[in-house]
């Protein structure tokens, strides 16, 4: 054992772990070292002293989120979750929870692919987007930048309370992060222009609101002139962040199967998953049973 480090027991664990190879990685409940014990421990007494704790939502999991996204400073990370508290209420977060709808959410995936669907190897949720059919001009005749980021923070908040602990319990280990594919086949770098103020607020959100969600990212299908638009979002980006980004070419299917299990990916990225109604409006994963017995009973059909 390293010095510093805080020895783990089960009782350091959250619960329901049923993953006997689990090892949680360092900075996670059950991997900490004393300093980061301790910086749990006084940020959670200094959000309560100071009014700013909110029981429902700040459990220890999501203190450590911010804390490893400012290096367990205490101070920072505790100005980061004032200043999210914050724009929770400015934006209207609950109420988006609450009352949020998007009925044009089928029009938009044929000019702007963004979905989740089941898991990677290690119990991530998979998130993919198809930037290459980005039609901007389609896109907002259906629907607003105001209403896609207001889609896109309802996700957040069902990625951290409906789709992670369905995940975690069907993988029998804590997850918290996602795994992500950008797929840029065919992408317009005009109509990426024309997006990039949503793309910039997009990432601006996850970086900063929910932070410490992002577990592994590809983009794929990276044309010979992707590095303008890289160099367009790397700054967005911070270097914890860019170090998780793998950019492959089109032969990227080798590389998602390492991830991915190959019933779990979609069909169109060399997978075998082919979803009635197509994968990106099929919402399939552990967060959404009653979709993954109708699967299930039509593969069940189709076979006999």
């Known amino acids: 054992m390293s010095p510093g480090q805080a020895p783990s027991s089960a009782s350091q664990l959250p619960p329901g772990i049923t993953d006997p190879n689990y090892h949680p990685l360092p900075g996670r409940l059950g991997n900490l070292t004393i300093p980061q014990q301790h910086a749990l421990e006084t940020l959670k007494k200094e959000l309560k002293e100071e009014g700013y704790f909110v029981e429902e939502r700040m459990d220890d999991a999501m203190l450590l989120r911010f804390l490893r996204a400012r290096r367990f400073d205490v101070a920072k990370a505790k100005a980061m979750i004032i200043d999210a508290e914050k724009w929770r209420k400015d934006f209207g977060v609950d109420d988006i929870v609450k009352h949020f709808d998007f009925p044009e959410r089928e029009q938009v995936d044929k000019y702007y692919p963004q979905y989740y669907h089941k898991m990677d190897r290690d119990g991530r949720p998979l998130y993919i987007q198809k930037l290459g059919l980005i039609d901007v001009k389609a896109l907002y005749a259906v629907t607003t930048p105001e209403r896609?980021?207001?889609?896109?923070?309802?996700e957040y908040e069902k990625f951290l309370y409906e789709r992670v602990p369905a995940c975690s319990a069907a993988i029998g280990h804590p997850v918290e992060?996602?795994?992500?594919?950008?797929?840029?086949y065919n992408v317009s770098l005009t109509n990426f222009y024309r997006v990039k103020d949503y793309v910039m607020a997009a990432s601006s959100v996850g970086q900063?609101?929910?932070?410490?969600?992002?577990g592994k990212f590809y983009i794929i299908n990276a044309p010979w002139a992707f590095s303008a638009v890289w160099t367009i979002i790397k700054p967005w980006l911070d270097e914890t962040t860019v170090a998780k980004i793998n950019i492959l070419?089109?032969?990227y299917r080798d590389k998602l199967l390492e991830q991915i299990p190959v019933e779990n990916l979609p069909k169109e990225f060399g997978g075998l998953c082919e979803c009635p109604g197509g994968c990106s409006l099929s919402d399939a994963g552990p967060w959404n049973k009653g979709q993954e017995q109708k699967e299930e009973q039509e593969e069940q059909e189709a076979s006999a």
């Open 177 to 184: 992060t996602s795994c992500t594919i950008i797929d840029l």
């Open 148 to 154: 896609q980021l207001q889609r896109l923070v309802l």
């Open 249 to 251: 070419g089109s032969g």
């Open 208 to 214: 900063d609101r929910y932070p410490e969600t992002m």
